[in-house]
């Protein structure tokens, strides 16, 4: 992986870049809701609806946008917030989490998540809907390879909260 990644908390004005990266995110789940009647769909304009509460990340403390970069360039995003797919609480949540697919399988996803552990210890939560397979293996592989990961949970969920994989584990 090129050590020039960079993760960093995106400021109020990076807020667009977010909102169009997510363009490409929506796009990637897109293929996961090919039975779904109006999720994934463009709109008449040729874009995916708006992220709701996009603007929240710079506004509610419990909520932090991050942007990855390689070469100065954007190459992926991270919102990471306080809430829980499951039962158990935690301290910090992946919500979203989009490495764009020209820098896919290089490290970049794996370094990025490892960035964003080493800001908060606490537990820490990975929520992968059933069908994003590829997800949960880069999920496994991210918090079992990091050094201060431990007690790593990963259950099974089919409920009102979540369909698919919740992992959890204890930064620090
Ligand atoms: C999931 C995602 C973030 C991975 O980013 P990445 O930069 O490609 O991941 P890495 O290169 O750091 O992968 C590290 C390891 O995770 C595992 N992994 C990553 N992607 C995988 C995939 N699609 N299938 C199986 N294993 C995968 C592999 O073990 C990989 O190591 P290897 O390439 O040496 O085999 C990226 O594919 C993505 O943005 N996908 C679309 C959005 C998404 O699903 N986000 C996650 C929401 S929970």
Redesign the pocket.
């Known amino acids: 992986?090129s050590a020039d990644l960079v993760v960093s908390r995106a400021r109020a004005d990076e807020a667009p870049i977010i909102a169009n990266l997510m363009q490409f995110?929506i796009h990637?789940?897109s293929e996961l809701w090919f039975d779904r009647e109006v999720e994934g769909e463009l709109g008449p304009d040729g874009r995916f609806s708006d992220y709701p509460l996009l603007e929240t990340y710079w506004s509610d403390p419990s909520r932090e946008p991050w942007l990855f970069r390689l070469g100065g360039l954007p190459v992926?995003f991270a919102l990471v917030n306080d809430v829980a797919h499951s039962e158990t609480p935690v301290d910090r949540a992946?919500a979203?989490?989009?490495?764009v697919r020209k820098?896919?399988?290089?490290?970049?996803?794996?370094?990025a998540a490892h960035a964003l552990f080493g800001t908060a210890w606490g537990v820490w939560e990975?929520?992968?809907?059933r069908r994003?397979?590829?997800?949960l293996?880069?999920?496994r592989?991210?918090a079992a390879s990091y050094p201060g990961v431990r007690d790593i949970v990963e259950e099974d969920h089919r409920d009102g909260l979540w369909d698919g994989a919740v992992l959890r584990f204890r930064v620090g």
Do not use: L
């Not at 990975?126 to 809907?129: D, E, F, K, T």
């Not at 994003?132 to 997800?135: L, M, S, V």
């Open positions: 992986m995110y990637d789940f992926g992946v979203e989490f989009f490495v820098h896919r399988r290089r490290g970049v996803g794996q370094a990975a929520a992968v809907v994003n397979i590829g997800a293996a880069f999920w592989t991210a």
